[in-house]
């Protein structure tokens, strides 16, 4: 598709559960990011891949969260043992490699609503 | 760290203009975004500058002070479907990581 998919849109689960989230991001971009967005606040960086660098994880809350990316396509993050303060909408974005009149700019998919219940 | 501020919330009239304000204090600045969100839809970029001054596109215009870590976002003909959360993002190292402010909720009345 032409913009970021990610999967599920919507997931429900009950606390202590595992949960996969996963973004598909646009093909040649080869930066990608995972976001979470609590009800009404603002952005919170989790973990940014670039190419084929280490990811830089400084976000991640804590060691129940991962993600995985292969090479510069589709991108997976798990929540382990979620709990009722993991619920959010997960944002994912891509972008290209900033240089002479790219901006890097990212583009979002529509996000996963996550529901720990 | 990274600190970037935004008001919580304005409130301006529908044909107005009304200037929505950043600043930040970051280490290696690379650049300063604004993106658009919707209640319930994911950002959309409208925005970006690295260098001083003012970048505009059509109702919309951005400056950026790199000397004083401020940047606003104008919006000009303000009309109601301009209500939305309006988000700072600074880029900052030779990656392209982006950290945003918390946003400012900008109501379009009547």
């Known amino acids: 598709g032409a913009g970021v998919s990610q999967s599920p849109s919507n997931k429900v689960t009950e606390k202590g559960k595992d949960v996969e989230l996963r973004c598909d991001p646009i093909?040649?971009?080869?930066?990608l990011y995972w976001y979470r967005q609590r009800l009404g606040q603002g952005l919170e960086f989790l973990i940014y891949?670039?190419?084929?660098?280490?990811?830089?994880k400084s976000g991640l809350p804590s060691d129940r969260f991962s993600a995985e990316r292969t090479g510069e396509s589709v991108s997976t993050l798990t929540i382990q043992r979620t709990q009722q303060e993991d619920s959010a909408v997960y944002l994912c974005?891509?972008?290209?490699?900033?240089?002479?009149?790219?901006?890097?700019?990212?583009?979002f998919g529509e996000g996963s609503r996550l529901t720990v219940l | 760290g990274q600190n970037i501020d935004q008001p919580t919330e304005m409130t301006a009239t529908e044909g107005a203009i009304v200037q929505i304000n950043c600043t930040y204090q970051t280490s290696g600045f690379n650049g300063l975004f604004w993106y658009q969100q919707h209640a319930g839809e994911a950002p959309t970029f409208l925005s970006y500058n690295v260098l001083d001054g003012l970048e505009e596109k059509g109702r919309f215009s951005s400056f950026l002070s790199r000397s004083k870590g401020y940047s606003y976002l104008l919006l000009k003909e303000l009309q109601m479907k301009d209500s939305a959360s309006y988000l700072c993002?600074?880029?900052?190292?030779?990656?392209?990581?982006?950290?945003f402010g918390t946003g400012t909720q900008l109501k379009v009345e009547l």
């Open positions: 891949f670039q190419g084929n660098s280490a990811p830089d």
């Open positions: 993002a600074v880029r900052t190292g030779g990656g392209n990581k982006l950290t």
């Open positions: 093909s040649g971009h080869t930066a």
């Open positions: 974005a891509s972008s290209p490699r900033a240089s002479g009149s790219n901006t890097g700019e990212l583009f």
